[in-house]
């Protein structure tokens, strides 16, 4: 009954290793894809770093993993208030290139722009586009 049980707990490990493997190579191949990291090098002329930029993103996407999987709980009082206020403001960074990108990639804001005949204005109606999502965020999470 013994070795059952350790086989079958190996089994869901190498399963749920696999699984989580194909899904993060299938996000990164989606985030590569529609060049979140390139634009992001190129439009700040670092684009000779676009590889440790890569690097940090798998890195930062592990590391963010782990941490939400399994919720260490450290006692580090304000100290880690802090150091989660810093995640969640890196992750939200993140999480609106990769939207931008997106909204690119799919020419929304090009074809918008034309069929609302929005000639200037142009800035502040992305920026509003990510206040939408910040104020949508807000309410989420204190609602």
């Not at 960074?93 to 000639?119: D, F, M, W």
């Amino acid at each position: 009954m013994f070795p059952v049980e350790w086989a079958q707990k190996i089994l869901l490990f190498v399963i749920g290793l696999c699984s989580g493997a194909l899904v993060a190579a299938g996000m990164f191949a989606f985030v590569t894809m529609i060049g979140v990291v390139s634009r992001m090098a190129a439009s700040t002329k670092t684009i000779c770093h676009a590889m440790r930029y890569e690097d940090c993103v798998v890195v930062g996407a592990t590391v963010g993993n782990i941490f939400f999987h399994y919720a260490p709980a450290f006692r580090t009082g304000w100290v880690g208030s802090v150091l989660q206020a810093g995640f969640g403001f890196f992750a939200g960074v993140y999480i609106g290139c990769l939207s931008i990108a997106l909204a690119e990639l799919l020419n929304v804001v090009p074809i918008l722009s034309r069929r609302l005949k929005l000639h200037r204005g142009l800035t502040a109606f992305v920026l509003s586009f990510a206040a939408g999502k910040l104020l949508g965020a807000a309410v989420d999470l204190f609602l």
